[in-house]
């Protein structure tokens, strides 16, 4: 069967070249038909044919509300072939008083909460147009401005609305577009037309002025914005930057110093439930230590309360750590990428922006005053041609009677035009009374009067300023002032002092004992004065190590291998139990052993020594381990392991004693204070090492336990005093077997 000829021109293109064009219609389709707002009225396509739609309904804010599904229908069947849905969605955001914070739609039923809920279908809710939406529709049937054919040609639809109200920026805007976005916050509506009037009497502004009007932007849920207005100003200046937004809190108190924290107000386009959500997941993962419980209790209005642990939390510090993991802080960008009237994509100014907007009013202006105009000279025509009635009544009245043609005889007559020839046939017997008369040439005086007001403004510059400042300051006083819907909801800060959330203000802060046994079982016991003999521990097993410390803490412990290591005490295991390995915690070799285990205290320094005899004195902080490998701070010798680690800050003394019952008494002064190494000879031993040794006052004596119950003191030290590096002498008599102060 013989292929068909082809249809059509067919020619040979590149496929590149194609793909090319055809993408870059998409884009401009994109960029100028959906994603971006005209910078005039603030709007995108489907927001303008859903108001202009809902005008021809004559839903005005005066009338009746009508189903959506009857908006929607009209818009898609007239302006805009898209899904319904889509539409749908569109008016539903223009009616929802916490996403627009000046509402274009008044809607009746559900349309959605704060809660990220969605809106009722389109069947069962209704709307009208509001008094924000009015003015921005204000003279679109004076010729204000340009309309064009819709989609199948069968109707028409305005290009830009007359926008009285500064809708691009009162509203914002966001959209992405191909290889373009836009994101403009919400401002109020007072401020703008306060930088409006200022820039009318100021062409030459700069942003610094402008800014004196326009604090910043002012969402419809309130918050705060925490930033400088070096940061304000630069963004307003280029178009481009962003904002810091935040929950307005309340402290709360609830006496005897307990209090809880209402946050009232969340940040703009954050879903609560998403939010509270997001809460309830980090105190699950044991992520905000700091709060106990968190409910909703909102109603019509936003109401979070959050319970701190304790009274002892500072509630700055508790609300920062939220700020930083959750919704309640976000960044609200700055991208005032809009359609010029030309109908280019770029990034704006405010000034830029607040100009354009005044441009176009001035332009409205014009065209609504030439319309006005030419309907008064049509009127004034109209009724010229009247008044020829009254001066010849009986012969007007005889030439209808009579003529065959009484229009053409009435123009040829009186040299009338057709249009006053067609008023005078078109009145009726009543209107001939000569009060009428009187009416008419009042009527002419007052359009006389008009066409002169009307001429003197279109051929002067400075008065269509002045108008359009008075058109400007109406509608601040509409939309502005103290109202409800006018007054600044959202507060201009500058950013707190950065809070460093230190880890003690993340726990809970009580008093514990931390147990140790002899082989390395550790947990914490409640309260101080824990008798560590009194413990219950493993068969074969016994107390080692018992420090008074505070849930806040952090346990240092020093090891036979010469490293630190650090372990927070709220991760040790409490309860009744014998507790948990300390080597799980940390990596401590199985040939090595503990030599000492202390909590960490600022400013506390410490003396550390191998068996060889060497030793120095390090700085509290240098002890401290970030990791679990831990910090290798004294390096034994070959053959030596680390035996000595005594607090150093509250003496000036250190008696040193050998497993040849041997002591050395040195001045600490005499010992180096270093960070790390093998350090220097503190004492030489012929036989063993070193065994033991204490920080003592020289003044107060060297003490050491006999007994239990017995402790001795010795003041006359003279013969062990020595320098670095001694041997010493033999123990004073009654000094213990075990070589050790006790």
């Known amino acids: 069967m013989p292929l068909s000829a082809p249809l059509g021109e067919v020619r040979e293109v590149d496929f590149a070249a194609a793909l090319g064009e055809r ?21 995108k396509p489907v927001h303008r044919r859903i108001l202009h739609a809902m005008r021809q309904l004559r839903l005005d804010p005066t009338a009746g509300y009508k189903k959506c599904a009857r908006v929607v229908g009209d818009v898609i069947g007239k302006f805009h072939p898209h899904g319904e849905l889509a539409v749908y969605d569109a008016l539903v955001r223009l009616a929802q008083d916490f996403s627009q914070r000046y509402p274009l739609v ?43 054919p819709t989609y199948d ?63 910043g932007p002012d969402f419809p849920t309130g918050g705060v914005v925490v930033e400088t207005a070096e940061s304000i100003r630069q963004a307003y200046a280029t178009g481009r930057g962003s904002f810091r937004l935040r929950a307005r809190w309340t402290n709360e108190s609830l006496g005897h110093g307990a209090y809880q924290i209402a946050v009232t107000e969340i940040p703009f386009g954050v879903p609560k439930s998403r939010l509270v959500e997001k809460i309830a997941a980090l105190l699950d993962e044991r992520k905000l230590p700091l709060i106990a419980d968190l409910r909703d209790e909102s109603a019509e209005d936003v109401r979070l309360v959050i319970e701190p642990k304790n009274r002892n939390v500072d509630p700055e510090t508790l609300m920062e750590q939220l700020f930083r993991l959750t919704e309640l802080e976000i960044r609200v960008p700055l991208n005032l990428n809009v359609l010029d009237p030309a109908g280019v994509p770029r990034v704006m100014s405010l000034k830029e922006a607040l100009q354009a907007f005044l441009d176009h009013r001035r332009d409205v202006l014009q065209r609504m005053s030439r319309h006005r105009l030419a309907a008064v000279a049509r009127r004034i025509e109209v009724l010229n041609g009247q008044i020829v009635v009254y001066a010849n009544l009986d012969e007007v009245i005889r030439i209808i009677r009579e003529a065959d043609d009484p229009r053409a ?59 359009v400042a008075r058109e400007i300051a109406a509608t601040a006083a509409e939309f502005g002032g103290d109202s409800a819907l006018g007054r600044r909801r959202t507060t201009i800060t500058e950013p707190p002092i950065v809070v460093d959330i230190p880890v003690a203000a993340l726990i809970e802060r009580e008093l514990v004992t931390v147990l140790c046994s002899q082989k390395g079982w550790v947990r914490t016991v409640r309260g101080h004065n824990v008798a560590a003999a009194d413990q219950r521990h493993k068969d074969g097993d016994g107390p080692r190590f018992a420090i008074e410390a505070e849930t806040t803490d952090r346990l240092v412990a020093f090891a036979t291998n010469g490293r630190f290591y650090t372990v ?21 070799p199985n040939e090595h052993d503990l030599v000492a285990m202390f909590a960490y205290r600022p400013a506390m320094e410490l003396l550390v020594a191998a068996s060889d005899g060497r030793g120095f004195v390090i700085a509290g902080e240098e002890a401290l381990a970030q990791t679990r490998a831990g910090k290798q701070i004294l390096t034994p010798g070959s053959g030596a392991v680390a ?18 019952r041997r002591m050395l008494i040195l001045k600490l002064d005499d010992i180096p204070l270093m960070s790390r190494g093998r350090g220097v000879i503190l004492q030489r031993c012929k036989t063993g090492g070193l065994v033991d040794a204490k920080v003592f006052r020289l003044a107060d004596g060297l003490s050491w336990r006999q007994s239990e119950a017995r402790t001795r003191t010795e003041t006359d030290l003279g013969p062990w ?22």
């Open 568 to 588: 927070p005490v709220e991760r040790l295991p409490g309860g009744r139990g014998h507790g948990e390995p300390l080597r799980l915690m940390i990596d401590l």
């Open 643 to 660: 035996r000595i680690c005594v607090r150093a800050e509250e003496g000036d003394a250190v008696a040193l004693v050998g497993d040849n």
């Open 23 to 43: 993408y870059l219609s998409y884009a401009l389709s994109t960029i100028m038909s959906r994603s971006l707002p005209d910078v005039r009225d603030g709007l």
């Open 153 to 215: 040609g069968e109707d028409s639809e305005p290009v830009v609305l007359p926008a009285r109200f500064p809708n691009l920026l009162a509203n914002g805007a966001t959209g992405i577009a191909v290889g373009m976005a836009t994101s403009i916050p919400p401002h109020n509506a007072g401020e703008l037309c306060a930088a409006l009037l200022h820039l009318i009497e100021n062409p030459a502004a700069t942003v610094d002025a402008l800014c004196a009007h326009v604090q």
């Open 409 to 467: 005889e009435i123009m040829r007559r009186w040299e009338l035009s057709e249009a006053q020839a067609e008023a005078i046939l078109n009145m009726r017997l009543r209107a001939l009374r000569r009060l009428e008369e009187a009416a008419i040439r009042k009527e002419l005086a007052g359009l006389a009067a008009e066409e002169r007001q009307l001429r003197r403004l279109l051929d002067s510059e400075r008065r269509q300023w002045r108008a």
């Open 106 to 148: 008044d809607g009746q039923g559900n349309f959605g909460n704060v809660d990220g809920d969605n809106a009722a279908a389109m069947r069962y809710t209704e709307s009208r147009l509001s008094p924000v939406a009015q003015a921005m529709l204000e003279g679109i049937d004076e010729n204000a401005v340009d309309f064009r």
């Open 721 to 742: 005093l020595g320098r670095r590096g001694g041997a010493g002498r033999l123990v004073p008599s009654g000094f213990p077997r075990s070589n050790k102060f006790g």
